[in-house]
């Protein structure tokens, strides 16, 4: 794409085809959308958010969760939270959506060869970090040992089931899930996710750690993490503050001194660790 | 076959305990198995015993009428399941579930209580080590009260 | 020179709307943003225009006050729009001036801590104020602003690209700060990550008669911050009136195009006199300001300061009203806005200028970040002084003291400086 063409598509929203639209959970979907142009425009970094425009209504912007390996579809999944994200979801295959981007900082992929990748989710946050586990999964022998640990509400809020099973049954992988609220016939972990902690068998050594989810959690899994021995270095959030031009202008996403919408919205922990207990920064 | 003493002295919970407390420690402990869906303790029963998780899962659950029960953590592998047994009123104040077939060293905690009392050092050596566990216990639980998942309107 | 003919120099720092220097996106987090260390460096590049004097020398005109006319005249036949100062209202504003006589002859503000008058001067001075509550932004960074349309037909739609190209502009009587303000905006919308197009659009081919203050108001505070009240660079023209004796201006030009503007009507060249009555007046006015930012560690200062009490006690005052932003003439912070027609089938996108001190600026879903006016009055402040050089390596102040004078509780931002300096409390981060 020639830099004339990357400034507008960042300006100016491409249309975009609804493909399916899938039901996660109850508030949950997730959105497969066909750009009409080049598919080299499909092209995404783990971690990165494309601005979803709906006609009229509004933008939003929405984490990339598919994979990067698949150049045909734009992948989203969207919890339904406002007016807007309640268009987004409502949208039926065949219509349109606007994309910009993609913006923002993504997972540190490269750094991560070698090493030991440690993804951490909660609730919607496993979504940007998905196409970081298809990353790792389908370059497999690039990265070591792969530990998910994914904490959600409840049962009911757990996303992608299928495939953490199937992510389980990976060799060299290791998928432990939890939920703050148990209920009947669910059988597996209660708790908060730092909870799963004790049952990762860690490298801490050579681990490299991504971690999203709300902020709160966030800070209870990095200090955590540092208990375990994984250092401040290797750790990566994702960071969220309101975004609405997603290039820079318009001042929003600020957090202290960083812009989340090109400085992030995936940090390392040593950058923003002073930042984080700082009240209404 | 493992002798108890080994199985005790390599479990987390009594890491670091030294070889004079081992003794008095496995005078009181014994194998025990649970099938799955048995209820170890109910809340409201004496508590005078507390449980090395070796095998299986078991969720510690209330129950509230009109509700059917709510688990309210689960406690695994490697884990310490009731602290009930060490302070008064030695009652336990939720129930413990096996939810699938569970082996654990059952360690008998009045036996254990009257040592405590006569060796002090051994009491503290138990004190210290209850006192993480219930510290973790509370942070996570805290953590768990925050609701950091729901959508906020 | 014919109207249509373009004009050949253009502002240095415009890169016209061509996107700023493509940054391959990195693999790791690490940010692409260029560094601070880099930063300065692209700041203080001084613009071509130095090279054409920024002191006064044999280059300088003179001309008598009675025949400014006689420029207005000039960039008119080269199809400039015309805007400048004009008092309505009860304050100079930047208007669509037709003339000479739309400026505020004979015309000062008083300015101090949330007010503003204007007196009456005892001569005809042209251009014997400094800054109202209006900048340059007002044309370059416009408080509303449409960024596309786009029409719907059965389910799919298609973007509407009909962009009107504003009429080349010149702004006369721009102030040392102003141009300041400028070249700070221009690193902000042009020479980051991304370029702003509509900023592009009209900065470009901006024709800058600047005017070097011979007073200062109360409020003013540039020397301190290193901004004026001299003007050194990024200007076609540079005026300086004297009014010691004969009525007149000190006219230099600053860049090619400027020199072909003079010699379109008749000067003189400057005498000796004139040029020191006019260095004496530049002077005199950095030496009449009364207040002042010491710079020395400030991004550590408010940094360090982030739990301060100072900040409970401006946040007693702080109405949150926002007009500090909305004068400012660095402020750039955006909301946009879709609307569609009562049919639904055409949609526009609008972009307004919003302000950190609004409730909703930090919304998102589940409420605001910045709830309390403490911290949404502590996020601008440490944003203009502080976080702004790590983000553009300058300062985001210019001294303009619009802030001070037109808060309605009279908060000063150089009071608030001096206060976190002498509380000193550091480690209360």
């Known amino acids: 794409m020639t830099a004339a063409a990357a400034q507008l598509d960042a300006m100016v929203p491409c249309p975009g085809v609804v493909r399916q639209v899938a039901k996660d959970t109850p508030d949950t979907f997730t959105l497969t959308v066909s750009r009409e142009n080049e598919r080299e425009q499909n092209a995404f970094k783990p971690g990165q958010f494309s601005m979803l425009w709906m006609f009229g209504v509004g933008e939003v912007p929405i984490s990339i969760s598919g994979d990067p390996a698949n150049c045909d579809q734009l992948t989203y999944t969207v919890r339904s939270v406002g007016k807007t994200t309640e268009a987004l979801v409502s949208h039926k295959p065949g219509m349109s959506i606007g994309i910009r981007g993609p913006f923002g900082t993504g997972w540190p992929m490269e750094a991560a060869r070698g090493r030991e990748v440690v993804i951490v989710a909660g609730g919607i946050g496993l979504a940007p970090l998905r196409p970081a586990i298809y990353e790792v999964l389908n370059h497999r022998d690039l990265y070591g040992r792969l530990v998910l640990l994914y904490g959600a509400r409840s049962p009911r809020e757990l996303l992608y089931r299928k495939e953490l099973a199937a992510w389980a049954r990976q060799p060299n992988t290791q998928v432990l899930v939890t939920v703050d609220y148990g209920g009947l016939g669910w059988h597996g972990n209660v708790g908060v996710v730092t909870t799963l902690f004790k049952s990762a068998k860690l490298q801490p050594a050579n681990s490299i750690a991504m971690i999203c989810g709300p902020e709160i959690m966030m800070r209870f899994v990095t200090r955590q993490l540092g208990e375990c021995g994984v250092t401040t270095e290797s750790t990566y959030l994702s960071m969220e503050r309101n975004m609405q031009c997603a290039v820079g202008f318009c001042g929003h996403c600020q957090y202290g001194p960083h812009f989340i919408c090109k400085d992030g919205p995936v940090f390392p922990y040593a950058k923003i660790r002073p930042l984080l207990d700082k009240h209404e920064l | ?153 | ?429």
Not at chain 2, 62 to 91: C, D, M, N
Not at chain 3, 284 to 302: F, H, N
Request: proline residues 4%.
């Open chain 2, 1 to 153: 076959m493992e002798t108890l003493e080994r199985i005790i002295q390599e479990h987390p919970f009594f890491a670091g305990l030294g070889d004079e407390f081992m003794d008095l420690v496995s005078g009181c402990a014994s194998n025990v198995r649970f099938a799955k869906d048995a209820y170890i303790f109910r809340e409201g029963q004496a508590a005078n015993t507390f449980y090395l998780v070796r095998e299986g899962n078991v969720s510690l659950e209330i129950y509230a009428p009109q509700r059917k029960p709510i688990v309210v953590a689960t406690v695994g592998v490697g884990e310490v399941l009731g602290w009930s047994w060490l302070l008064p009123p030695y009652e336990w104040k939720f129930n413990a579930h096996a939810t699938a077939n569970t082996r654990a060293i059952a360690l008998d905690g009045k036996c254990l209580r009257e040592k405590c009392e006569k060796n002090h050092d051994l009491g503290y050596e138990f004190l210290k080590r209850f006192a993480q566990i219930v510290v973790n216990r509370l942070e996570a639980t805290r953590f768990q009260l925050l609701d950091v998942y729901s959508a906020q309107k």
């Open chain 3, 1 to 429: 020179m014919t109207a249509a003919e373009k004009p050949r120099n253009r502002h240095p720092r415009v890169r016209g709307v061509k996107p700023a220097p493509e940054r391959a996106l990195p693999l790791s987090a690490s940010s692409t943003r260029v560094s601070a260390a880099a930063a300065p460096a692209l700041a203080a590049q001084p613009p071509a225009t130095e090279a054409f004097s920024a002191r006064h020398d044999a280059r300088a005109r003179a001309m008598p006050a009675a025949r400014l006319g006689e420029l207005f005249q000039a960039l008119v036949a080269r199809g400039f729009e015309i805007v400048g100062p004009t008092a309505r209202d009860g304050a100079i504003v930047y208007d669509r001036i037709s003339g000479v006589s739309d400026l505020p002859a004979g015309w000062t503000d008083e300015q101090e801590a949330g007010h503003y008058r204007l007196i009456r001067r005892n001569d005809q001075a042209l251009f014997g104020y400094v800054v109202g509550p209006q900048s340059w932004k007002k044309y370059l960074h416009p408080a509303e602003v449409k960024l596309f349309a786009a029409e719907r037909q059965s389910g799919a739609f298609r973007i509407l690209n009909n962009e009107t190209k504003p009429a080349p502009r010149a702004f006369i009587g721009v102030r040392a700060c102003e141009l300041a303000a400028m070249k700070i905006q221009d690193r902000v919308l042009l020479a980051d990550k991304y370029t702003d197009p509509i900023y592009a659009a009209r900065r470009e081919g901006v024709f800058i008669v600047a005017a070097q203050c011979t007073q200062s108001a109360a409020t003013c505070f540039c020397a301190s911050m290193g901004t004026g009240p001299q003007v050194k660079g990024g200007f076609d023209l540079r005026l300086t009136e004297l009014l010691d004796g004969a009525h007149q201006f000190l006219i230099e030009a600053g860049s090619e195009r400027g020199e072909q503007v003079l010699l379109e009507f008749e000067t003189t060249p400057a005498g000796d006199s004139e040029l020191r009555q006019a260095e004496a007046a530049v002077e005199k006015a950095a030496r009449d300001q009364v207040r002042s930012i010491d710079q020395d560690g400030i991004k550590e200062l408010l940094y360090q300061n982030f739990n301060s009490p100072r900040w409970d006690d401006v946040a007693a005052r702080c109405l949150t009203c926002a007009n500090c932003t909305m004068v400012c003439p660095t402020c750039f912070c955006t909301s946009v806005e879709d609307v569609t027609d009562v049919t639904g089938d055409h949609a526009e996108r609008w972009r307004r200028w919003d302000s950190c001190f609004t409730l909703n600026f930090s919304h998102i879903h589940g409420g605001s970040i910045r709830v309390s006016s403490k911290a949404r009055y502590r996020q601008w402040m440490t944003h203009k002084l502080a976080a702004w050089i790590d983000q553009f390596g300058s300062s985001g102040c210019t001294g303009c003291g619009r802030c001070i004078t037109w808060c309605p509780a009279g908060i000063d931002i150089t009071e608030e400086v001096r206060a976190m300096r002498e509380g000193d409390t550091h480690g209360n981060a």
